[in-house]
């Protein structure tokens, strides 16, 4: 399984960005994808998850200002982030658990990474 994320940069306050991250892995079927973030000298922290039927779940932090969605049919989860804020600052890491089409097993993975940089 690789998740490749991409859609971060530079951004000024109050500024909106997308990030995008896609699952891919033979003969894997992926269930809830989300994204956590990690700013310097802090915990890595959930932002936002979605299960395959579309269920979200957000940070309190996030809430009314990032929506999170996805694409099944490309394995493809979404992050719209909008009026956001210095403290939103942070590397942003994709999760998907996954399991192979015949297992109830599911792993967790994780994407590189890609940064978020809110600055005036």
């Known amino acids: 399984v690789q998740l490749q994320a991409s859609g971060g940069g530079l951004v000024q306050p109050g500024g909106s960005l997308r990030l995008s991250c896609a699952a891919s892995?033979?003969?894997?079927?992926?269930?809830?994808m989300g994204w956590y973030r990690q700013a310097p000298g802090k915990q890595r922290e959930l932002v936002a998850e979605?299960?395959?039927?579309?269920?979200?779940n957000y940070a309190d932090s996030v809430k009314g200002r990032f929506t999170i969605s996805r694409d099944n049919a490309k394995n493809t989860v979404y992050l719209k982030m909008n009026i956001l804020k210095s403290e939103d600052t942070a590397v942003y890491y994709c999760?998907?658990?996954?399991?192979?089409?015949?297992?109830?097993?599911?792993?967790?993975?994780w994407g590189q990474g890609t940064q978020v940089t809110v600055s005036s």
């Open positions: 979605i299960t395959r039927g579309g269920s979200t």
């Open positions: 892995g033979s003969d894997f079927v992926f269930n809830a």
């Open positions: 999760k998907a658990g996954a399991a192979l089409w015949y297992s109830s097993t599911v792993s967790d993975y």
